[in-house]
């Protein structure tokens, strides 16, 4: 998976993919992360990236010159990706995504500062606006952390074992992950749900099968209508009583 982000603050991304699983994922090659910052790329003494907006109002925007060099460099790195601006404008990110911008193998991601970059560089240079939320980041900085985490981690032979991959919340058919356990068996006076006990590998499945049902049903039963159900999870599901909203 190749990776362009165009950022001013590249060390904050750099420090932030040098640990656990995406930090072994780019020593193995398996990520391999550009990072071009538009200061470099200033014709200015003073290396302006920034501006007072036209028409007023407060704070500043990012200049199209040194954001569209530093894109365009990325471009010429990595001509076939797709290039992807994080703001709370955006379409929301979701599984589907992520899993369609690993299977395309790469991906150049604009992390905004100030109160966004001149429109002009998106109508020219951007592909797709991507938001994660309605929410609002200082920049798009942990954005596209959050997008480089989520795509590497499908990238093959990233994740131990690629069942996880599968398994993580969004990967079985877009419900939700049922509840985890591990040692000690009693903690704080509380105890393991018996049949994750028992060893008995089907009823285990079946109770795991359940839990995620239920919580998706509970938590978010608009994932419901897209999931694909299996007969027996449907007679699970008219089976619970009213939601209790956990
Ligand atoms: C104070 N201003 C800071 C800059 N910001 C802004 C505006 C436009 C583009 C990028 C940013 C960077 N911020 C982001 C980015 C993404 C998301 C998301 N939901 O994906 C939330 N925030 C607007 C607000």
């Not at 991304?13 to 391999?32: F, S, Y």
């Amino acid at each position: 998976m190749k990776v362009g982000v165009i950022t001013l603050f590249p060390e904050l991304m750099d420090g932030a993919l040098e640990h656990g699983v995406i930090g072994r994922a780019r020593t193995k090659g398996q990520l391999e992360l550009e990072l071009s910052n538009p200061r470099d790329l200033t014709a200015d003494k003073h290396r302006t990236v920034d501006d007072r907006p036209f028409g007023g109002g407060p704070g500043m925007v990012m200049t199209p010159a040194p954001l569209s060099a530093a894109i365009v460099s990325l471009k010429e790195a990595m001509p076939e990706a797709p290039v992807v601006y994080l703001s709370p404008q955006g379409r929301p990110f979701d599984q589907a995504m992520a899993r369609a911008w690993q299977a395309h193998g790469s991906v150049i991601l604009v992390a905004g500062r100030y109160e966004g970059i001149d429109e002009r560089v998106i109508d020219r240079l951007v592909d797709e606006e991507v938001s994660l939320g309605d929410f609002v980041l200082s920049g798009g900085e942990f954005a596209a952390l959050a997008i480089i985490d989520a795509v590497t981690r499908l990238e093959p032979g990233v994740l131990g074992d690629p069942l996880s991959a599968e398994e993580d919340s969004f990967g079985i058919e877009g419900l939700l992950d049922c509840p985890h356990y591990t040692r000690p068996e009693v903690y704080e006076n509380q105890t393991v749900p018996a049949v994750l006990m028992s060893g008995d590998h089907k009823a285990i499945a079946r109770w795991r099968r359940q839990q995620s049902l239920a919580r998706t049903r509970d938590r978010r039963p608009e994932l419901l209508e897209k999931a694909d159900l299996t007969k027996e999870d449907k007679v699970f599901l008219t089976s619970l009583g009213p939601s209790d909203g956990n």
